[in-house]
């Protein structure tokens, strides 16, 4: 699943690369994990990640 995305690097990782958040469309949702942790996917709705968002500052 996770290696046909086309992934982005979160402009708020940091400097190095190695700690960092990427994100990836995938049909109308949105899935999120953590660099170096590839295999652990969270799938959530555009509604969902804004709330995590919004949680987490």
Do not use: Y
Not at 27 to 54: F, K, Y
Request: aromatic residues 4%; glycine residues 8%.
């Amino acid at each position: 699943m996770t290696a046909t995305l086309r992934w982005q690097k979160s402009s708020f990782s940091g400097g190095n690369g190695e700690n960092c958040i990427e994100v990836a469309a995938q049909g109308e949702g949105i899935v999120v994990r953590e660099r170096d942790a590839p295999r652990t996917v969270l799938t959530l709705s555009p509604t969902q990640l804004r709330a995590l968002l919004r949680t987490l500052k």
